[in-house]
C-alpha cells in the first residue's frame, strides 16, 4: 500500500562546506559504506511504500538524473523538478505544486541527511497528532548547528528557534531535516525565493499551534562538513557491521584487519598492512604492502603504492598515492589527485581535484589550488 502520495527529496544544494569532496560531485551522490546516500534515502521511502518520488535538483544535476533515471532501479517512480537558480529549502515545494501538484499528505526530505527513521511510524504519528505538519526531532550533544524545537505533552511544538545562542538553547531536541505536510501548510509558504523552511514556515506554523515533533531515536547523521561525513560512515558502520564486513570480491592478502572496517567489492590489499579501525574503502581500490590505515574514508578506485600513513581522513576518487606518503589527521584530498612519493600532508589540509603534489605541505590547514 502506498501511504503517501508524494515525496519531495532536497538535494539541489551545491554543499560548499563539503568541498572539495562536492566539487565534483553532488553531496547527495557521496557514498555511505559503499553505497550512495541518495541510494539508502529513497530505498528507506519506497521499502515504507512511498515509491512516488519527485527530486528537486539544481546542482551537478545530470549526474543525479543519469543515476537514477525513472528510478526503477531503486524501487521508486522518480519525476524531476530543476530549480533555474537558488530557491532555497523552502522555495522548490511551492514550484513543485505548481508544476506537479501537491493535493494529499506529502513528506520533505534533505539530502543530505542519512537516518533509519521508520516512515510508516512516522506517518501514524502525524495522521494521530491532527497538526497540519509534522517534523522529525532528534536529540544531539551540541544543538547550536541547528533549529531546535522545544514541545509540550502532546507532542506540539511550542518554541522553534533555528541555530539558536547558548542563552537561547531550551532543548536538546533539533530538527532532523524530515517533514510530513498537509496541503494546506502551503499557503504559509512565502512568495519570496530563496526562503527557507526553518526561518520562514515553520515559524509560522508554531505560532498557529499546528505543527508537531515525533522524535526519531534511531541513525541519524546530517552530512554538513567532512567530520560529519566521517561520523555518519561510522556511526552507519558501527550499527550495521559492528564486527566489520570485507566484500567476498576484496582480496585482502594477509593484511591485519582491525574491526570494524568496510571493505567493499574488488578491493586489494597488500601483506603486511594494517586497515582499522574506523575505516571505509569503496569499491576498486588498491592498497599496496607496509600501509597503515585508520580512521579514514577511501572513495571508490583508490591506489596507495605502499609504506604510507593516512589517518583520520578523506581521500577522494581515483586518487593516485605514491609510496612513503603520510596524510596527517582532518585532511581532505579532492577527486583524482596524484601526491608523489615521499609527500607529508600536515594536519588539516585541503587539496582540490585534478591537483598533481610534488612536494610536502607542511603549514596545517592550507588549502591547495
Known amino acids: 500500500m502506498v501511504l503517501l502520495l508524494k515525496a519531495i527529496v532536497l538535494t539541489g544544494g551545491f ?9 565534483t560531485k553532488p553531496k547527495s551522490l557521496l557514498p555511505i559504506l559503499g553505497k550512495p546516500l541518495l541510494d539508502w534515502i529513497l530505498e528507506g521511502l519506497a521499502k515504507s511504500g512511498l515509491k512516488e518520488i519527485i ?17 526503477s532501479g531503486v524501487g521508486c517512480f522518480i519525476k524531476y523538478a530543476e530549480e533555474v ?8 515545494i511551492p514550484l513543485i505544486n505548481r508544476d506537479i501538484g501537491l493535493d494529499t499528505t506529502f513528506v520533505v526530505v534533505y539530502g543530505d541527511i542519512f537516518s533509519n527513521i521508520n516512515y510508516r511510524e512516522l506517518l501514524e504519528y502525524h495522521k494521530k497528532s491532527g497538526g497540519l505538519a509534522t517534523l522529525v526531532l532528534t536529540k544531539v550533544d551540541n544543538p547550536y548547528r541547528y533549529g ?3 514541545t509540550d505533552d502532546d507532542g506540539k511544538i511550542i518554541d522553534f528557534i533555528e541555530k539558536p545562542t547558548k ?13 510530513i505536510f498537509e496541503p494546506e501548510v502551503l499557503k504559509y509558504f512565502p512568495d519570496k525565493t ?26 541519524w547523521s546530517d552530512i554538513g562538513v567532512p567530520a560529519d561525513y566521517l561520523r555518519a560512515n561510522f556511526e552507519a558502520l558501527m550499527h550495521y557491521y559492528p564486527e566489520g564486513y570485507v566484500s567476498r570480491s576484496a582480496d585482502v592478502n594477509g593484511a591485519e584487519v582491525v574491526d570494524p572496517v568496510y571493505i567493499g567489492e574488488e578491493v586489494t590489499i597488500d601483506s603486511d598492512s594494517v586497515i582499522g579501525p574506523f575505516t571505509i574503502i569503496n569499491h576498486g581500490c588498491k592498497v599496496g604492502k607496509y600501509t597503515r590505515i585508520a580512521n579514514s574514508i577511501l572513495l571508490g578506485n583508490v591506489i596507495i ?12 576518487e581515483r586518487c593516485y598515492i605514491g609510496r612513503w606518503v603520510r596524510i596527517s589527521e582532518n585532511s581532505v584530498i579532492g577527486d583524482e589527485v596524484v601526491v608523489r612519493d615521499c ?12 591537483k598533481e603534489l610534488v612536494a610536502s605541505v607542511m603549514k596545517e590547514g592550507d588549502v591547495v589550488l
Open 15 to 23: 554543499a560548499t562546506r563539503l568541498r572539495p569532496l562536492t566539487l
Open 55 to 71: 527530486l528537486s535538483v539544481r546542482y551537478l544535476a545530470n549526474m543525479i538524473k543519469r543515476r537514477y533515471g525513472d528510478g
Open 85 to 92: 537558480k537558488p530557491l532555497g529549502d523552502a522555495g522548490p
Open 148 to 150: 531546535v524545537a522545544v
Open 167 to 179: 542563552n537561547q538553547i531550551k532543548s536538546s531536541l533539533v530538527n532532523a531535516g524530515i517533514y
Open 194 to 219: 530563496p526562503s527557507k523552511l526553518a526561518k520562514d514556515v515553520i515559524p509560522k506554523l508554531v505560532k498557529d499551534g499546528v505543527v508537531y515533533g515525533y522524535v526519531h531515536s534511531g541513525l
Open 305 to 316: 603504492e605502499g609504506s604510507s600513513l593516512i589517518m583520520k581522513s578523506i581521500i577522494g
Open 343 to 354: 609527500i607529508y600532508i600536515a594536519k588539516n589540509v585541503v587539496i582540490l581535484p585534478y
